[in-house]
């Protein structure tokens, strides 16, 4: 069957519209199911048609710009001059591979928590004219990275949406938190809540209506992904409850969160279409690493009330993701029941009608393929109405539910440049204080030897090393981000200067850092003490023979745009090494956007102690010196494996880069990523997923392991088919199945925190080795406290996704369960039986 494609998206033959035929629709074979695949064919031929200017005017040609808002160009991102008269080839041995979920489920407020807001927005939307709907569902020019159209004569804003996830980017006056990957660092369900909520109010604070945050896409399947950072572990149950927490922080505090980027956004290399180069990557996944990776952090969200979800640049499964039906309709709307808005990711949509018929809501930042195009798709039935309607309705129901309609604070934000010509808006707060212990409590300390920390009052004289110990000497780069400018040097895999956010989108702004060795000058300065420096050598030679200790900064850069060159570089190494040789108690501290192997000097004898201080924010130095002077025992703890060598991670080491047009990564590991591929392989890390040390120790004792009463007397296989879907999913995936106790001792003679963790064996040999499914970090105990930890282990937690039902599956038989430091330091041992 053939079927004639507008430009901006797919009409069925006998639907052949004005625009189609004035833009030279042109006739495809195309089986009717694969609707939603369609639109790269149209990209591909726009830019053979595009010589024609007339065209790309009509076709809405600014959605087709690969110059979206990014950062720029990273080391092998460089813009090649290509002919833009290409033919592309032949799309068809792609269609059918992500499977066609129409029509797009309304939203109708079913959800408890959502019932009000829509009944609401129901009203409102009543009363828009197709023009006045329209507007709520594209972007136009104004003071946020994102607006949306106003109905004045209905009293309805421009909504305000703005980056990023750790803190309002490009903006004086806010703060600069530490990154996702460092807040998931401290296993702490409460941190993760109160970052939440203290970005939340900065967003709220400043008039921004939607904040485009959190992140757990990318997961960080690629060990070297560029935005890895971003997101908060490739664990889905770590990312997942941190994901869910942050969001119900945010919202709490008045913000419509945007959980992002939905889905499957493992890497930067061929994130997006290019105009003669190809199609985006498509991720390839199969079903259940699907569900069991991927979603799965994006339900707690939901779970949490999440009102907005933006969709991800490159394409999953052959469609990309904006007009993915499957992903849209299917997962998102259907299964998890999300009553939200699903918004592009910046000139990420790729099709008018394709995306809006898949279930994307709102486009960004400009009309894309909508404004008067979509309605023109209304009008020529290609889109009902009601479509329309719903994306409307979607976004009026977000802004209800947080009550944004009441009181809420003017928009303000300035450009950088100017002066502001209004009073300022200090949204700051006293967040600095929740910065500095985020800040601590995600360090992770890997080495300690011979008890070189804490410093003890005896340790007054320090040398200090290194690029990273200080903020550099010039300006910004970028001057409204930090970081976000690509201060690099070494060949892109570190930045000049102390790092305390990563590039891109999800960088910050500090209102000013504090650098270690600031922080350290502060202390030492208290104690009457010695510092001596020099950050600019790789091989210091000046000896300093009645030192204490000597300290060693160096970092690992990372950013939206271009994934890692490296987990490594050798010039810092070279730096550690030369600093080691001559000095016998060498502290090294690394600031890392992400994995940082460490073998070329981790084991040398003169390396006494090594922290893993991530990405911490504009209290970096402050943070810093609490843990080395032991005002604050480290508990932080890696979110990801840090292995031995770089080979270590096999395929998953890289982005996978091919010069074809339609460039696949296939995700053929299944479940097996991080330790779940280190566990099946026995490869022994250098660094265990969920590693840290304490300055004191901890036994751990008694455990139990029961099941429910309500679940013992019947557990179902699935949950009950007759129980509708609420956003977060079927309401009994979230019931308590299980409950696993455990007593934690201070056995050491300092005080200190302690993050349990509890990982589960699903039955099968089909599944990983173990899992991360709980994770409790104790209040500060002293020597000899004792805290009893309680971890309720739910039907999701230990249900498989059944590819044949459809549905999540809790198998009958033994469930080994684990508790313990690490996901190899595993004190306690048990089983649980479901029948
Ligand atoms: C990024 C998003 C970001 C958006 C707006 C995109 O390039 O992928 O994460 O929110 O730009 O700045």
């Known amino acids: 069957m053939e079927y004639l494609i507008s430009l901006y998206g797919q009409l069925p033959h006998n639907h052949t519209s004005t625009t189609a035929a004035a833009s030279g629709g042109f006739l495809f074979p195309s089986p009717f199911l694969a609707l939603d695949q369609i639109s790269f064919s149209i990209q591909g031929a726009l830019s053979l048609l595009c010589a024609v200017t007339w065209l790309c005017a009509a076709a809405g040609q600014d959605a087709l710009s690969t110059a979206g808002p990014g950062p720029g160009p990273g ?146 399947r690629v060990a070297r992904g560029g935005r890895n950072w971003e997101g908060l572990s490739n664990d889905p149950y770590l990312a997942g409850q941190g994901l869910g927490a942050i969001t119900r922080g945010m919202q709490d505090a008045g913000v419509i969160a945007t959980p992002k980027h939905f889905l499957l956004n493992e890497q930067e290399s061929r994130r997006r279409w290019e105009q003669g180069v190809g199609e ?123 009550r944004q309609d009441e009181g809420f604070p003017p928009t303000t934000i300035w450009p950088t440049d100017e002066p502001r010509g209004e009073e300022l808006v200090d949204v700051q707060a006293d967040h600095a204080e929740l910065i500095h212990e985020i800040g601590a409590a995600g360090t992770v300390l890997v080495k300690n030897v011979n008890a070189t920390l804490p410093f003890g009052k005896h340790t007054r004289f320090l040398c200090v090393y290194g690029y990273d110990a200080v903020v550099k000497a010039a300006p910004w780069d970028n001057p409204d981000r930090y970081s976000g400018g690509y201060d690099v040097n070494f060949g892109w895999n570190t930045f000049n200067g102390t790092m305390v956010t990563a590039g891109g ?23 009457k003490g010695i510092l ?90 402050h943070s810093l010196v609490s843990l080395l002077y032991g005002e604050i025992s480290p508990s932080g703890r890696l979110p990801y494996t840090v292995a031995k060598k770089e080979a270590d991670y096999a395929s998953l080491l890289n982005s996978s880069v091919s010069d074809t047009w339609f460039p696949d990564s296939d995700f053929a590991e299944g479940l097996y990523i991080d330790y779940r591929a280190f566990d099946r392989d026995g490869i022994e890390p250098r660094f265990e997923f969920g590693f840290g040390l304490s300055y004191t120790k901890f036994a751990y004792e008694r455990l139990e392991v029961a099941l429910v009463v309500t679940a013992s007397e019947s557990v179902g296989e699935y949950p009950d088919p007759s129980v509708a879907v609420i956003q977060g999913g079927h309401p009994e995936l979230w019931d308590a199945v ?63 996704w059944d590819v044949v039902a459809q549905q999540w599956r809790l198998r009958r038989g033994e469930y080994r369960v684990w508790v313990g430091a690490s996901s190899r330091d595993l004190r306690l041992n048990g089983t649980l039986v479901v029948s």
Request: with cysteine.
């Open 75 to 220: 080391p092998g991102a460089a813009q090649v001059a290509h002919d833009p008269i290409v033919w592309p080839p032949s799309e068809l041995p792609y269609y059918g591979r992500s499977p066609p979920v129409y029509p797009s489920p309304p939203a109708n407020g079913s959800s408890p928590l959502w019932a009000a807001a829509h009944a609401r927005a129901h009203n409102l939307t009543a009363q828009l004219t197709l023009p006045e709907l329209l507007n709520l569902t594209r972007g136009f020019p104004g003071p946020c990275v994102g607006n949306t159209g106003a109905v004045p004569r209905l009293s309805i804003p421009s909504l305000c949406f703005y980056d990023g996830p750790s803190g309002i980017r490009g903006q004086e006056f806010v703060s600069a938190f530490p990154a996702g990957i460092h807040v998931a660092a401290t296993f702490d369900h409460d941190l993760l809540y109160r970052y939440g909520a203290a970005l939340g109010a900065e967003f709220r604070g400043r008039g921004i209506h939607v904040a485009l945050g959190p992140v757990a896409g990318p997961l960080g």
């Open 280 to 402: 985006a990557v498509s991720s390839n996944v199969d079903d259940r690493a699907l569900h069991e990776l991927y979603v799965f952090p994006f339900m707690n969200a939901l779970r949490e009330g999440a009102g907005a979800v933006m969709c991800s640049y490159q394409r999953a499964n052959h469609s990309y993701a904006c007009q993915n039906s499957k992903l849209l309709n299917g997962v998102l709307k259907t299964e998890l029941g999300f009553e939200g808005f699903v918004v592009s990711d910046w000139d990420g949509q790729m099709s008018g009608v394709a995306s809006a018929n898949a279930g994307l809501d709102v486009v960004m930042p400009g009309a894309g393929f909508w404004g008067e195009k979509l309605g023109e798709a209304v009008r020529n039935g290609s889109v009902v109405e009601e479509r329309v309607k719903d994306m409307a309705t979607r976004v009026l129901a977000a802004w209800f539910l947080l």
């Open 505 to 527: 989108s999800g960088g910050n702004t500090p209102g000013y850092v504090v650098s270690p060795f600031q922080a350290l000058q502060e202390r030492v300065a208290r104690d």
């Open 532 to 621: 001596r420096w020099d950050f600019a050598s790789e091989n210091p030679t000046t000896r300093y023979a009645n030192a204490d200790a000597c300290l060693v900064f160096i970092n690992a850069y990372a950013s939206e745009s271009f994934d890692r060159p490296s987990l490594q570089d050798d010039p810092s190494d070279r730096l550690v090494l030369n600093v080691a040789a001559m000095c016998a108690n060498t502290i090294v501290v690394v600031h890392s956007a992400g994995i940082r192997t460490v073998d070329a000097w981790v084991l040398h004898p003169n390396v006494t102690a090594v922290l893993f201080a991530g990405l911490p924010g504009q209290e970096s130095g």
């Open 738 to 800: 299980a409950v696993v106790k455990c007593t934690i001792v201070n056995t050491g003679d300092r005080e200190g925190t302690e993050v349990a963790q509890l990982y589960v064996g699903v039955p099968g040999d089909d599944t990983p080795v173990r899992q991360l499914r709980g994770f409790r970090r104790t209040r500060l105990l002293g020597p000899g406290q004792t805290s009893e930890l309680e971890f309720e282990l739910t039907r999701r937690d230990l249900s498989v």
